[in-house]
């Protein structure tokens, strides 16, 4: 009997959209799905904004998405010790990944393009904006 890999995809999902969708069920094709989910303190420490979603908020909705069978809070970057830690196989990031993680245990994918949280806070902003103009 072969047991399936564990997966680490590493996100912040401060606004969730398809691109964490997608990444998460192409993830899912190679083993057994864990999100490393940014805590708020980090967020709040590398981004200088407090996420419109609180931690636990954002791994409830990560918790019911399908692909997902574990959410875990993590720091801001992951490393190899805390993959050791979860026993991750693979850690699944964007292609703008920064973690320093040995390549045999990283698979990388493309980012979905025209969207990511920063541009969903923007369109917030800029349809909060028109509304009030009219």
């Known amino acids: 009997m072969r047991f399936m890999k564990r997966i680490m995809v590493d996100l912040s999902a401060t606004l969730i959209h398809h691109g964490h969708i997608r990444i998460l069920k192409k993830a899912s094709k190679f083993?057994?799905?864990?999100?490393a989910l940014t805590t708020d303190e980090e967020i709040e420490k590398k981004k200088n904004y407090i996420p419109e979603l609180k931690f636990n908020e954002r791994k409830e909705?990560?918790?019911?998405?399908?692909?997902?069978?574990?959410?875990v809070p993590s720091p801001w970057l992951i490393n190899e010790e805390f993959l050791n830690l979860h026993n991750i196989d693979l850690l699944v990031h964007g292609s703008d990944n920064s973690n320093p993680i040995n390549p045999e245990r990283l698979l990388i994918f493309p980012r979905t393009e025209?969207?990511?949280?920063?541009?969903?806070?923007?369109?917030?902003?800029k349809s909060l904006e028109e509304s009030r103009e009219n």
């Open 61 to 71: 909705i990560l918790e019911a998405i399908r692909f997902v069978e574990d959410v």
């Open 31 to 35: 083993g057994y799905v864990i999100v």
């Open 114 to 125: 025209g969207i990511s949280s920063t541009i969903l806070r923007e369109r917030s902003k």
